[in-house]
Structures are given as C-alpha cells and as structure tokens.
C-alpha cells in the first residue's frame, strides 16, 4: 500500500517516514536524491548504459520502481539552461548505483 499522509488511512495511527534498520538507513542514504541535482539519463537504467542526455530532477513520483530506481519528473538540461520552465518528462532514475549515476 503506498500512502502520502502522516496517519493511517485506516487506523490512524502515525507512520513512519524513514526505515529503522540499519541496513535500509544506510541504503537511504546511498540513494537519496533532491530537486535540482543534475543526473545523467540512460536508455537501460538499470544497467546504467546507452547514454542519452543529462537532465534536472524536478519532482519525484515514485520513490520505487522494481526495487531500483525512482521514476522522476525531469527536465533535459540542454533545454533548462534556455528555459528554467521549459517541459517536463517523466523518467526512470537508477538509484542503485550512484556513483554512475550522479555527474
């Protein structure tokens, strides 16, 4: 069940934002990303490979995708640099390996 409030939707009582074992605190941290990074965007992104562009994280949508990345809001930088408004697409982040992933 993914639910955005604070409180259960169900029972009311208050939820938990971040993990309390030390092995998905340590996974958060090697995987969170903010608004504004730039991030570099791959046809596989699972693999980290066929480079496409770079791009803006906007806003994240989905914090989980098939256990490996998040499915993000971005803007190509390219087009950013032009336009702070320019479009925005929807995309796969692979947060997995960051060290591949982030410039």
């Given at each position: ?13 208050r ?7 030390i092995?998905?605190k ?9 608004t ?8 596989n992104w699972?693999?980290c ?5 770079k791009?803006?994280l906007?806003e ?11 499915l993000w809001?971005?803007?190509r ?7 702070s408004v320019?479009k925005?697409?929807?995309r ?7 060290d591949k992933?982030?410039?």
């Amino acid at each position: 069940m993914h639910w955005d409030g604070l409180w259960c939707p169900c029972c009311g009582y208050r939820l938990r934002s971040k993990p309390r074992n030390i092995k998905y605190k340590d996974k958060l941290r090697e995987t969170e990303f903010k608004t504004g990074v730039i991030v570099k965007v791959f046809k596989n992104w699972k693999e980290c490979t066929e480079f496409q562009f770079k791009a803006v994280l906007v806003e994240l949508l989905k914090p989980t995708v098939q256990g490996m990345g998040a499915l993000w809001t971005i803007r190509r930088l390219v087009d950013y640099q032009k336009n702070s408004v320019c479009k925005t697409e929807k995309r796969i982040i692979n947060i997995v390996r960051k060290d591949k992933v982030l410039v």
